[in-house]
């Protein structure tokens, strides 16, 4: 069964200062992997998403996240984090055939410090 | 991009009455929708698969008689949430598959649910 994990329940970064979220997954294929964004009381909004190719991959708002298959990794990063990034962040991966549901991670809360 | 509605965001009922909850993709067709519920400061655990024209997956778990799935269309499914109770609030958000073939889900803005 798949799964993912993110350490981290909460982080917080100082305004200004860079920023890496974890995410860690199980899987027993390559799989899709995704980064969402949840505001309060908000759905989900996708930051970026790894399918194939350069395992580097961009997102919006300035983020990227890197994968790395021998470490089962895809940790998110922001070189500047921004007071209007605090929010939820969700880690998620998916099978890579046909229409897949997600398992996601349960969540890392970034609260942004002046 | 594409984008998913879902109606209404806040609802707050009466124990038991039910609830009916609209997941709508408005601008592409989706086959195949998804439930999930939301506890709070959790993460998003799948509830039901939504199917048009068949009957919904559920998951281990979900009781299908109390969470009743309707994909009566290729852009609209509905959660009612039958005789509400307030172990049932939480936030339920829908997720849509483009039929397009395409890799990527699209989410609602979810609903949040209070049964007083």
């Known amino acids: 069964a798949q799964s993912v994990t993110q350490p981290d329940i909460h982080i917080t970064v100082s305004e200004g200062a860079s920023l890496e979220l974890r995410c860690n997954y199980s899987y027993g294929a390559t799989p899709y992997l995704f980064w969402y964004v949840q505001s309060p009381g908000q759905g989900l909004q996708l930051l970026l998403k790894y399918f194939s190719g350069d395992t580097l991959v961009q997102g919006i708002k300035g983020f990227e996240a890197e994968f790395k298959r021998s470490q089962s990794s895809f940790n998110l990063r922001k070189p500047s984090v921004h007071w209007s990034d605090a929010a939820e962040y969700f880690c998620?991966?998916?099978?890579?055939?046909?229409?897949?549901?997600?398992?996601f991670g349960k969540g890392t809360m970034l609260l942004v410090s002046p | 991009g594409a984008v998913v509605s879902q109606h209404p965001s806040r609802v707050i009922c009466k124990s038991g009455t039910s609830v009916k909850i609209e997941c709508r993709s408005l601008?592409?067709?989706?086959?195949?929708m998804f439930w999930y519920r939301q506890f709070p400061k959790q993460s998003l655990m799948l509830m039901a698969t939504?199917?048009?024209?068949?009957?919904?997956?559920?998951e281990q778990g979900v009781e299908k008689d109390k969470f009743l799935i309707n994909h009566a269309s290729l852009t609209l499914s509905t959660l009612t949430v039958t005789s509400a109770h307030p172990e049932d609030s939480s936030f339920y958000i829908c997720?849509?598959?483009?039929?397009?073939?395409?890799?990527?889900?699209?989410f609602g803005q979810g609903t949040r649910l209070t049964v007083v």
């Open positions: 997720s849509a598959f483009p039929d397009t073939g395409d890799t990527e889900a699209f």
């Open positions: 939504s199917n048009e024209g068949s009957k919904a997956t559920y």
């Open positions: 998620a991966v998916g099978a890579r055939s046909g229409y897949s549901t997600l398992t």
């Open positions: 601008d592409f067709q989706a086959t195949t």
